[in-house]
Nanobody
């Protein structure tokens, strides 16, 4: 599966932003899906993930209650809805598809290219 992330940009603290991850080659139904974030000088970390097959979700503590993952199967696209954005949410966001749950960085089937989110205070 090939993934294409988009939707990043410059926003102000408190704003909302939705990232998209369009899949091609195979249907998203085959995978557990997630979003990693890499802030400058930091490790790439998993911030949100969802397994529709298992009915499970994961959100990193700092984004719980503010971020949500959804999908549009007609478009074979996953979304990350980010609300009440904070400067610490900034970074390059990567969507991923995995055959493993929970999703771990070392075992990823496919990475999308990153999309940059900048949050001004």
């Amino acid at each position: 599966v090939q993934l294409q992330a988009s939707g990043g940009g410059l926003v102000q603290a408190g704003d909302s932003l939705t990232l998209s991850c369009a899949a091609s080659g195979r249907t998203l139904l085959n995978y557990h899906m997630g979003w990693f974030r890499q802030a400058p000088g930091k490790e790439r970390e998993l911030v949100a993930a969802r397994s529709w097959r298992r009915g499970s979700t994961y959100f990193e503590d700092s984004v719980k209650g503010r971020f949500a993952i959804s999908r549009d199967m007609a478009k074979n696209t996953m979304y990350l809805q980010m609300n009440s954005l904070k400067p610490e949410d900034a970074g390059v966001y990567y969507c991923v598809a995995s055959n493993r749950w929970p999703i771990v960085k070392e075992v990823i089937t496919s990475w999308g290219q990153g999309t940059l989110v900048t949050v001004s205070s």
